[in-house]
């Protein structure tokens, strides 16, 4: 069968939710690039499906960091190597409307994990299903008002307007449509996500989000930062064993140099 037989995915699209200066040593990879540092960005995806139907991947951080940079961590251990630079273009209302769409017309939100680069407008999408990891939906719970560097936030129950959020609890690897597949990815945070794509001209592409923050993480099996550090490496092995099999593409969480190289909306990936 043909790629484009097997998916409902019509196009993948790149979304620039802002950045942040990064000491990659302090946030990325101890003991591998002490003291280097690199403007790294905070990505989103959009899906859009064959129906119609469109499905976007995180939220990026709270829009708060546009007038306030250090909002939802000032003080905190990682703060002196994480130094978000926001502008009003990186609002995702701002860049989902240069794609011409509001968040009423994402049917799906699909929410990786909840640090506060990836969950943190959720409060925008009372018409989505939020799609969440079990595990991470519970740390979640557990959670602060506030979600900082790595440490999962707490996800609101409802809409700005008052509105209940719907969310999709999941567990393991769960198949949303045909061509896209989300890969139960944990250690980076409990009940992380990652997602397999087949598109219908690119083929398989890996969203890695941030079980591999970068090629350097993975050139030098790096995957310290997060909640459990060896679990961590099994679900980064495992996605490295899957491009391997499926002959995928991977884009990595959080790649300064790769960021480069991405096409971004609108323009996208088929
Ligand atoms: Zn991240």
Same mark, same amino acid.
């Given at each position: 069968?043909? #790629?484009? +037989? $097997? ?12 950045? =942040? #200066? ?13 003291? @280097? ?6 990505? =989103? ?9 469109? @499905?976007?991947? *995180?939220? %990026?951080?709270?829009? !708060?960091?546009?007038? &306030? ?11 002196? %190597? ?12 701002? !860049? ?25 407008? +959720?409060? &925008? ?27 999962? %936030?707490?996800?609101?129950?409802? =809409? ?5 959020? $719907? ?28 997602? /397999? ?7 398989? @592409? ?10 350097? #993480?993975?050139?030098?099996? #790096?995957?310290?930062? %997060? =909640? *459990?550090?060896?679990?961590? $490496?099994?679900?980064?092995? !495992? ?22 190289? /991405?096409?971004?909306?609108? &323009?996208?990936?088929?």
């Amino acid at each position: 069968m043909s #790629n484009a +037989a $097997r998916t409902s995915v019509k196009q993948l699209r790149v979304l620039d939710f802002g950045r =942040a #200066n990064i000491d990659l040593g302090a946030v990325m990879a101890p003991g591998d690039l002490d003291g @280097v540092w690199a403007i790294c960005a905070f990505p =989103a995806y959009l899906i859009d499906l064959a129906d119609g139907r469109h @499905v976007l991947v *995180d939220t %990026g951080p709270n829009r !708060r960091h546009i007038r &306030e940079p250090m909002y939802e961590f000032a003080g905190m251990p990682l703060a002196e %190597g994480l130094q978000p630079q926001l502008t009003d273009a990186d609002d995702p209302l701002n !860049r989902l409307a240069e794609v011409g769409l509001t968040p009423a017309d994402i049917d799906m939100l699909i929410l990786t994990h909840t640090h506060f680069d990836h969950a943190g407008n +959720a409060d &925008e999408f009372s018409a989505s299903e939020i799609v969440i990891h079990q595990d991470a939906y519970a740390a979640a719970l557990d959670a602060g008002q506030r979600g900082y560097a790595h440490k999962p %936030g707490r996800i609101p129950e409802f =809409a700005a307007d008052g509105t209940p959020l $719907r969310y999709r609890l999941v567990a393991g690897d769960t198949e949303l449509v045909p061509g896209l597949t989300l890969l139960e990815t944990p250690g980076h945070a409990p009940g992380h996500m990652s997602i /397999l794509l087949h598109l219908p001209e690119t083929g398989a @592409v890996i969203l890695a989000i941030d079980a591999i923050y970068s090629a350097a #993480n993975r050139r030098f099996g #790096n995957y310290k930062i %997060g =909640a *459990d550090p060896e679990q961590g $490496r099994a679900s980064a092995e !495992r996605l490295i064993a899957l491009e391997g099999r499926e002959g995928a593409w991977m884009i990595y969480g959080h790649d300064p140099d790769q960021w480069q190289e /991405l096409l971004k909306a609108p &323009e996208g990936y088929r």
